[in-house]
């Protein structure tokens, strides 16, 4: 009988747990389910067999004020973390994003077992902000997977191996006109009628700061455009507090609520979503990919605490944010980061796009370039890490 290959595993927002759903069934496929899995991940990962030592929520915190409060609990999850996974004795150690959490892990689990042979998703935007990232986490990383094709050069140079898997999104299917009208008449909506989609975030601290902007932004749209009607898809960590924060409205948002479904259905409702929509506003983050997919035009906005934005603003790299900017080497999607994401620079950056046929159609083409920069139509990228997995764990057996 042969011995299951053992997984520790963690992720540590929505977005680290999509990708590490689909790494888990590309594992399960390739392993034909001979795989253990152990760690930490939300919805997508539980849905492919992990049961996560905690609510995955218990990590998705964000900015530098946000995580002083936290840092009590988040140094009795990096505990638990860390002996759980010296417990498990796993083949594999594997992180998947949220660097401030899984590096501490990995550093902690590096210096009590020294030869934890240990890879890490996504590679950290060294090209962005603090390319000293890249070299500090070379001491606890031995194998990276990277979403962006340009990223292998960066690990490479700090003597990581490190292979482009490519980004889930780029593979998912696009919902037919039935799924993306019966998602409509679920909501009291037509395909007939003109939809933003509004995307605030999956974290409460930007729910806090954005939601109350684009509120503000949306009166100053309808007043040119009164017939427009906005769906927000909540992420389930959130949706108390955006059903608080919408209750006393009178503006026409409907929320898309995901916790009536199996949480694959509710990603594809989403896409449905996205691709009903004429545009979205959108916090500034890995959803870009997802709205270009669905070749749905953005406008990107972003605030977070006085201090994080000073850090960022100090440290940056680059002076485009949106990946879909950075990947086409333009500025075709609007970025209104820190002191420039007002009510009034959201709504007329929504306004140009549905008052100009061509700026939308530019925003169109450099999605359709993205996506196909990005692998489009090529292996499935949840197979390509866990190709790419297996490789790394066969080369550093043969190395042994």
Request: proline share 6%.
């Amino acid at each position: 009988m042969v011995r299951p290959l053992k997984v520790f595993i963690i992720a540590g927002e929505p977005s680290g747990d999509k990708l590490g759903g689909n790494l888990m069934k590309g594992l399960q496929s390739l392993t034909d389910g001979a795989i253990e899995f152990q760690g930490v991940g939300g919805e997508m990962m539980q849905a492919a067999g992990l049961q996560s030592l905690f609510p995955m929520s218990d990590l998705s915190i964000m900015g530098l004020l946000e995580v002083i409060p936290a840092i009590p609990k988040l140094k009795k999850r990096i505990k638990q973390t860390t002996d759980a996974a010296i417990m498990m004795d796993a083949d594999v150690f594997i992180t998947i994003d949220s660097p401030d959490f899984c590096l501490r892990v990995g550093k902690k689990l590096r210096l009590a077992k020294p030869n934890q042979y240990s890879i890490h998703y996504v590679a950290p935007s060294v090209w962005a902000w603090r390319p000293e990232r890249a070299a500090k986490m070379a001491k606890t990383v031995d194998h990276v997977l990277a979403l962006l094709p340009f990223e292998p050069m960066y690990m490479e140079h700090e003597g990581m191996t490190c292979d482009f898997v490519g980004h889930p999104a780029v593979n998912e299917e696009r919902p037919t006109k039935e799924e993306v009208k019966q998602v409509l008449t679920d909501l009291n909506l037509s395909p007939s009628d003109d939809i933003i989609s509004i995307l605030p975030g999956s974290r409460k601290s930007e729910i806090n700061r954005l939601l109350p902007i684009y509120k503000e932004a949306i009166i100053d749209i309808l007043k040119q455009h009164p017939d427009v009607k906005f769906i927000l898809p909540a992420a389930r960590p959130v949706l108390n507090l955006i059903q608080e924060q919408l209750e006393n409205t009178d503006l026409p948002i409907t929320i898309l609520d995901p916790s009536e479904f199996d949480p694959v259905i509710a990603e594809q409702r989403k896409r449905a979503v996205y691709t009903a929509s004429q545009l979205a506003i959108a916090t500034s983050g890995t959803i870009a990919l997802d709205l270009a997919k669905q070749r749905c035009p953005m406008v990107i906005a972003y605030r977070a605490s006085w201090m994080t934005e000073r850090a960022v603003k100090r440290l940056a790299q680059t002076d485009r944010a949106n990946l879909i900017n950075i990947i086409t080497d333009s500025y075709v999607v609007p970025e209104l980061l820190f002191n420039k994401c007002t009510p009034d620079a959201v709504a007329k950056s929504v306004l140009d796009i549905l008052n100009d046929e061509s700026t939308r159609n530019a925003q169109v083409a450099a999605c359709d370039h993205a996506m196909k920069q990005l692998g489009e139509g090529h292996e499935n990228p949840g197979l390509r890490s866990a190709l790419s997995v297996m490789n790394a764990i066969q080369a550093n057996q043969s190395d042994a």
